[in-house]
């Protein structure tokens, strides 16, 4: 999950923003720190090779230089942000080989569901996706408030109830990623890890034809038992029944997913996350 | 009768907060035993709990911070044990504890430990570095002390009784709405912070006033010592950003209470709204934070390199410019919400802007000991080790206000390490050195230089062996607030972390002893001058400890660095007054409003978390009742005679004369 080790073009420009930044930087803070060590250790009260001046409290000239380092850096800097900000928007398009391929990410109390709208399938904690193509995903949540991230593919998004956050990625190697929740949403929010499984475009069909054949099916009746708060060690995968089931969660036509219950009055709620192992 | 509250609110099941709960129980207990037998409760009443002197209210705010850092430290150590061992199990604390114990330790130390802290050291020292009596609103100063103290005991009794918030310190709904949070956890967080941030606010209002309308003769604004300014700074924004968080936390409440909807899923409340209004105050509290530790360091830096502060005009405008500049960046906590590239940028360039003037100070104490001749006491090197510190967590921070690179750091481990990096480097190594430099003044001797050091250094070297690794493990795609992991790339430095934490607590255990073995060694520690560390500013031209009245005659000040040149021209002229004709001085009466208005705001605050409705209104009753009997009283002031304040005034006069004759001399 290393983020200097990026596997898509999204990651790799965040991460060389994030060096160039550090670089910059250093190139200040580098002689600051030395002159802090140095002029702290020359002036110490015992040497006495150091010249004591207790009249130089203003310079104009030092004074314009301190004031210009800083100020000089930060338009650097800003100049940075300012690009890197348009660039890398989140919701920008990212070209790839092929169509862009449409994920619905719903962050649930505690397990990310994947549901594949083209496809007409749906997964929970494993997200697999062809390597080149565009990543078009769409984020919601049941319930609380979630981050959608995969460290090595790049920028993260929140997922939010009744709303519809967008990302654009890519993957460009084979391979297995991890993703995680980078916003914490309660007591099983450690065991929203999930896998992303990045195979090539020419496998990718034969896994959606192998998904589909399973039984159980998404629809709004097993997605409501699927969003009670509890921890999902197993991979599911689902047949979609209705395409807009996604809709239908981010406009809250299915109501928000429930809490924890009480289990008396005095405020100790059971907790889901208690079962964790 | 009692509300929600019955016998299953006692943890019975829980060992580890039921012992600890215990624990503290005896030790208060024990504490007050000892205070009734040996008769100091008289002493107490009078002299500290009821008085409303700045100096004592300051001891008290500190002493409140110094008790509390201990209970959030504890926080910090199970922790960082826990993610130490939690690779692959579930550790030794479970989620729902766990999670407590996070958003405890962030309302802790950010409410209860650096907020007194630096409250209680402008408190101690503003009024007498501007060379007056005392503060604006006496009083109001002791009510709000006493109601910070209520919010830190309602967050500690939820230890015991009930739950803490497991939302993390601030409380995002929906998370911590009724239908995801529906125990007392999230009551206990909002009522303590309520009660609390009352106390913060007239603090400020108190120390706002106290710096623009009492400043003794010839203290214009541009003489005043830089850490009065950035106590005028610092509280302009409490009594700014307060608010935001009253109103904030009031919403919640509403919706938690009374069905509102300003932040549910449903019925149109917006989540987003709570990002941005906390944030809103959350911005601007870390520079209410940070700007007196800057201020702090002001001082410590001239006075040990033996100069005036280099470009004092350059570093007022910094400060108020850092003052300003902080309301614009709230948005940079979220950049991940999903703004557009437009909004992002503004404010992330809007937050590196504040690195400018924060840089302009770095480099006005770097040329503060140039051409110095410094003295490395303790405070010399909590300065020193600050400026360096800080400065990496600049970088950091400047860093995360690149949009592109907080997109993969937000929420991260590295973001841990980057508030940590300024909030322990910037904040407390602040209060540290304020706490070591003020000492004397405010007890009458030193403390021990050795043990000063040995805490200096091993909470140097803790803090980046605790935080150094936290950084990295971001960089690995860490996020915060895991209770367990599967990574195994994550656990070597998250064990390298707690052993990191192990020398931080060591500094604190040295923190400790320097403070046993100097009491015990107070006689040959003894200040006699008022003057310990050859001071400039005008709170060393007062005895140490002062008399209540600060000074017997309002200091005549000439210039920036009062005292210092007051000193100068004391050697030229070689005496200070000829004959001092003293007067008599008027001084505000002890007052126990404070004391009892927090006893009912305590139990008011109680009977909000628990639902009991009668007793909120015995409460509320009893709180405003109190505020009415003081607001009637006949006589708010005593005389000290003339007599008295020449008896306690000569003694210091003469013990400086001897100084300065032999400084003189020299």
Redesign the interface.
């Known amino acids: 999950m290393n983020l200097l080790d990026p596997q898509g073009p999204v990651a790799a420009a965040n991460s060389t923003i994030l060096v160039d930044s550090v670089f910059i930087m250093l190139v200040i803070v580098v002689p600051t720190i030395f002159a802090i060590l140095a002029f702290a250790f020359w002036f110490r009260a015992s040497n006495p090779k150091a010249r004591y001046q207790p009249g130089f409290v203003y310079s104009g000239r030092v004074e314009m230089v301190v004031w210009a380092i800083p100020a000089l850096t930060v338009i650097l800097l800003g100049g940075v942000a300012w690009i890197g900000s348009h660039q890398l928007d989140p919701a920008a398009p990212v070209p790839g080989t092929g169509s862009p391929m449409r994920i619905q990410a719903v962050s649930l109390d505690w397990k990310w569901l994947f549901i594949y709208p083209d496809q007409r399938i749906a997964t929970v904690n494993t997200l697999t996706v062809p390597a080149g193509a565009e990543l078009n995903f769409q984020l919601t949540s049941s319930s609380v408030m979630n981050v959608f991230f995969i460290p090595q593919l790049g920028s993260m998004i929140y997922t939010m109830n009744g709303m519809v956050t967008r990302l654009n990625l890519r993957a460009d190697n084979e391979g297995k990623l991890q993703g995680l929740s980078a916003h914490f949403s309660g007591d099983g929010f450690p065991d929203m890890m999930f896998d992303v499984n990045v195979i090539s475009p020419l496998a990718f069909p034969d896994w959606v034809v192998a998904t589909a054949k399973t039984d159980a099916v998404l629809n709004e009746e097993s997605y409501k038992k699927l969003m009670q708060q509890g921890i999902e060690k197993n991979r599911l995968t689902f047949r979609l029944d209705d395409p807009r089931l996604f809709d239908l969660i981010a406009t809250q036509h299915i109501p928000p997913g429930p809490g924890p219950e009480l289990l008396s009055d005095a405020g100790r709620p059971h907790s889901g996350g208690h079962d964790a192992r | 009768m009692l509300g929600?509250?019955?016998?299953?609110?006692i943890?019975f099941d829980q060992p580890i907060p039921l012992i600890a709960g215990a624990i503290v129980l005896v030790a208060i207990l024990a504490v007050l035993i000892w205070v009734v037998v040996k008769g100091h409760l008289p002493y107490l009443w009078h002299e500290w709990i009821t008085s409303v002197d700045h100096k004592r209210i300051g001891v008290m705010y500190i002493l409140l911070a110094s008790v509390m850092l201990l209970r959030g430290g504890s926080d910090a150590i199970m922790m960082r044990v826990q993610q130490a061992i939690a690779y692959q199990?579930?550790g030794f604390l479970?989620?729902?504890h766990y999670?407590q114990i996070f958003s405890a330790h962030g309302t802790i130390m950010i409410f209860f430990v650096a907020m007194p802290f630096v409250i209680g050291l402008m408190n101690l020292i503003v009024p007498l570095q501007l060379g007056v009596r005392d503060v604006a609103f006496p009083t109001l100063n002791s009510v709000g002390f006493w109601l910070t103290a209520t919010g830190a005991l309602l967050v500690n009794l939820s230890l015991v009784i009930?739950?803490f918030a497991?939302?993390?310190w601030l409380a995002?709904p929906?998370?911590s709405g009724l239908?995801?949070?529906?125990?007392?956890?999230v009551?206990y967080y909002a009522w303590s912070l309520q009660i609390s941030g009352v106390g913060t606010l007239v603090a400020g209002i108190n120390l706002v006033t106290t710096v623009l309308k009492l400043r003794t003769k010839g203290m214009n604004y541009l003489r005043m010592p830089m850490f009065c300014w950035t106590t005028l700074a610092s509280n302009l924004l409490i009594v700014a950003a307060f608010p935001i968080l009253t109103a904030t936390l009031a919403m919640l409440l509403l919706d938690r209470y009374l069905g509102f909807h300003f932040f549910t899923?449903?019925a149109g409340g917006n989540?987003?709204m709570f990002m941005n209004l906390i944030w809103a105050w959350g911005h601007p509290e870390v520079y209410i934070l940070v700007l007196p530790a800057f201020g702090i360091f002001s001082e410590v830096v001239s006075t040990f390199?033996?100069?005036?502060?280099?470009?004092?005009r350059?570093m007022v405008l910094a400060t108020m410019a850092i003052c300003v500049i902080s309301f614009m960046v709230w948005l940079h906590h979220?950049f991940?919400?999903?703004a557009?590239?437009?909004v992002?940028?503004i404010f992330?360039?809007a937050s590196?802007?504040i690195?400018?003037p924060?840089?302009?100070k770095?480099?006005?104490w770097?040329?503060?000991?140039?051409?110095?001749?410094?003295?490395?006491a303790t405070p010399m090197l909590w300065a020193?080790g600050f400026?360096?510190t800080f400065?990496?967590g600049?970088?950091t921070g400047?860093?995360v206000?690149?949009?592109?690179?907080d997109?993969?750091?937000?929420?991260?481990m590295f973001l841990v390490a980057h508030f940590h990096n300024v909030i322990i480097g910037g904040v407390l190594f602040g209060a540290f050195a304020g706490f070591e430099y003020w000492f004397p003044k405010a007890f009458g001797f030193r403390l021990d230089e050795r043990w000063g050091k040995l805490a200096f250094w091993f909470t140097f070297l803790g803090f980046y062996v605790t935080f150094l690794p936290l950084y990295i493990a971001g960089?690995?795609?860490?996020?915060?607030?895991?209770?367990?992991?599967?990574?195994a790339?994550w656990r070597p430095w998250m064990f390298i972390a707690a052993f990191g934490m192990l020398i931080l607590s060591i500094g604190v255990i040295c923190q400790i002893m320097q403070l046993v073995v100097s009491i015990r060694n107070r006689e040959a520690l003894r200040d006699r001058t008022g003057d310990p560390w050859d001071g400039r500013s005008l709170e060393w031209a007062t005895s140490s400890p002062p008399p209540v009245f600060n000074f017997a005659f309002h200091p005549d000040v000439r210039g920036e660095d009062a005292y210092w040149d007051m000193k100068s021209r004391a050697q030229q002229q070689s005496l200070e007054h000829e004959a001092p004709e003293y007067q008599d001085i008027e001084m505000p009466r002890n007052s126990p409003t404070g004391f009892i208005c927090a006893f009912f705001a305590t139990i008011m605050g109680f009977a909000l978390i628990?639902h009991i409705w009668w007793m909120v209104i015995l409460g509320g009753i009893g709180a405003f009742a109190t505020f009415v009997v003081f607001a009637w009283r006949d006589h708010d002031e005593y005389v000290i005679p003339a007599a008295e304040v020449a008896r306690i005034d000569r003694v210091n006069l003469e013990e400086r004369r001897s100084l300065v004759s032999m400084a003189g001399a020299l």
Request: without cysteine; neutral net charge; proline residues 7%.
């Open positions: 929600k509250l019955d016998w299953s609110a943890p199990s579930n479970p989620p729902e999670n009930g739950e497991r939302t993390g995002f929906p998370l239908s995801y949070s529906p125990g007392v956890g009551d899923n449903e989540v987003m390199s033996g100069k005036a502060l280099f470009g004092y350059s979220f991940t919400m999903g557009g590239p437009d992002n940028a992330g360039i590196m802007i690195a400018v924060t840089g302009v770095i480099y006005n770097l040329f503060t000991m140039y051409g110095g001749r410094i003295r490395f020193v400026m360096v400065i990496i600049g970088l400047v860093l206000a690149v949009p592109p690179a997109f993969m750091l937000h929420n991260s960089m690995l795609g860490m996020t915060r607030r895991l209770q367990h992991y599967d990574v790339a628990w």
